[in-house]
């Protein structure tokens, strides 16, 4: 699919589907709706009168306009209220376009700015969440489905025009739809990492995709077990030891002259994760193909660092490995010295992502960044607390919180901060070692793992993106997330980066 804007009116293009829309409440058709309305003698004003079309969000209506304009049919679409109509509701709409196109059978399509000039919204914003609106929500991964859903390809909309005849607003929105069209672009490809089965995504496959980011400005450092094992990277090399696959660490950097802030962002890379010895049950380990998706999001960031280029200095950092029960695996009861020298009593095998983050945490601790920012698929217990679309925070400074809070807002990743609270240290206190890696049984299960995490970034001002629930999702809740990977954080990393 295809999305440009064309400095041209809406009734001069052909197309299959035009879509124009209404805000709830509204009784009348306005602006673009209304030219629509007049060029089919007022059948819009009509069909809301007669089928009741209240404007909500996800609501909509198509009819055939039958040769009266160039237009083979046409689509109105709800924006919902106008009051609460911002950046993420056009992300919205633009993936319920999608799905209507989609279902109207549509091959071309021609649409508006949405909501450019409503409440806070420009014409460059208006376009770039419509973009990534449609790109994410016509996302499809089919690389594996062989000689059949060979069909899905031929349904797909194959172009979009957005129509905007203004010429300052028409360079506003261009703006806005390349970088939209390169978020959406990051974010696939992260949600591709994650959907791509472990048999074909093992640490090697990881490394394989940082390399494929290199030039641009940015450059990867890889690092295989003897070079870990130089690093003292023990910690995150007992995980690894129980898969047949060997583990690498990839560091990634990006360094824009004239940079005054160094972020780190580091991700969990455990790219299958059956608990080792700790086993997990088999409903448990069936998903867990996705146990790399806070790597993907790290990627998947570089990817669009890549393209837009923001001012500050960026590495990216994560260890990839696979939690196996080998002959050779870790087992409970052991005790791992991480990189910084901590010593960690291993208590079950399947708390292996806080122990592959202690030598990662590390390592991006030596780099001195200015911000730590981790993304993993940690905890159950986050989507017990938060549920599978919302994404826990446990920061050690407020001001970082607030700025990630901001970037969740208008990326529409939910994000939602959990407390750092000191005394939950005790949970991961051990009898035996420095500390152990599970918490109380029942008990705060995601806190505890932060306070795991705690010791490793010192003073450094951190946040930990607890992501178990977002990164996968078996159900769908917004159009412009479809099932599977959803590239979760590349977008609310990429906003919280343009902000510094
Ligand atoms: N990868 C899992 C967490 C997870 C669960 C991610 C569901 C995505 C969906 C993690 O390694 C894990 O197994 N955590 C254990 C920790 C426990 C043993 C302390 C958990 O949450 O049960
Ligand atoms: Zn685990
Ligand atoms: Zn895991």
Request: charged share 25%; net charge positive; glycine share 10%.
């Amino acid at each position: 699919m295809t999305i440009e804007l064309q400095q041209k009116d809406l009734l001069a293009v052909s197309c299959d589907l035009l879509v124009v829309n209404l805000f709830r409440g509204a009784t009348k058709p306005a602006g673009a709706t209304g030219v629509v309305d007049k060029a089919l003698g007022g059948a819009i004003s009509a069909l809301i009168e007669e089928d009741g079309f209240e404007g909500n969000v996800g609501q909509s209506l198509v009819f055939p306009t039958f040769g009266k304009i160039k237009a083979k049919k046409v689509a109105i679409v709800g924006l919902g209220e106008k009051k609460v109509f911002d950046a993420d509701a056009v992300r919205k709409l633009g993936g319920y376009i999608v799905k209507v196109a989609e279902k109207a059978r549509a091959k071309s399509v021609v649409t508006i700015l949405h909501g450019a000039g409503i409440g806070g919204l420009d014409p460059r914003m208006s376009a770039q969440s419509l973009v990534e609106g449609m790109y994410l929500s016509s996302y499809r991964f089919h690389q594996y489905h062989g000689k059949l859903r060979k069909s899905d390809a031929e349904r797909a909309i194959k172009s979009v025009v957005i129509c905007e005849t203004d010429v300052r607003a028409s360079k506003a929105a261009v703006e806005g739809l390349e970088r939209g069209t390169a978020l959406a672009s990051a974010t696939s490809f992260a949600r591709d990492l994650v959907n791509h089965p472990s048999s074909h995504m093992a640490p090697a496959d990881l490394v394989e995709a940082a390399k494929s980011l290199v030039g641009k400005g940015v450059t990867v450092k890889v690092m295989d077990a003897a070079e870990m094992k130089r690093k003292k990277m023990n910690a995150a090399l007992a995980v690894a030891r129980g898969s047949d696959h060997p583990p690498f660490g990839v560091h990634l950097s990006y360094k824009p002259r004239g940079a005054k802030k160094i972020i780190a962002l580091v991700g969990k890379a455990v790219t299958f994760d059956s608990g080792g010895l700790s086993i997990k049950p088999a409903d448990a380990m069936m998903d867990m193909k996705c146990d790399m998706g806070g790597a993907a999001a790290v990627l998947g960031a570089f990817k669009a660092i890549a393209a837009l280029k923001p001012n500050v200095e960026v590495h990216g950092i994560f260890l990839a490995v696979e939690n196996m029960p080998g002959g050779n695996a870790y087992r409970p009861g052991d005790v791992v010295t991480a990189m910084d020298g901590t010593t960690i009593e291993i208590l079950n095998t399947d708390a292996e992502g806080r122990v592959t983050l202690a030598d990662a945490l590390s390592y991006a601790k030596t780099l001195e960044p200015d911000v730590i920012i981790d993304l993993a698929t940690l905890t159950g217990a986050c989507i017990v607390a938060l549920g599978q679309d919302i994404a826990g925070m446990m920061t050690n400074d407020t001001k970082l919180a607030q700025r990630l809070l901001d970037a969740s807002k208008e990326s529409g990743e939910p994000l939602w901060e959990l407390p750092l609270y000191a005394p939950y240290a005790d949970h991961v206190k051990s009898k035996i070692a420095d500390i152990k890696n599970i918490g109380m049984r029942g008990q705060a299960g995601s806190i505890s793992a932060a306070m795991f995490l705690k010791p490793f970034v010192g003073d450094t001002p951190w946040a930990h993106l607890d992501i178990a629930g977002p990164a996968y999702i078996e159900r769908e809740t917004r159009p412009d997330v479809p099932f599977g990977g959803t590239g979760y954080g590349v977008r609310l990393l990429m906003k919280y980066l343009a902000k510094l």
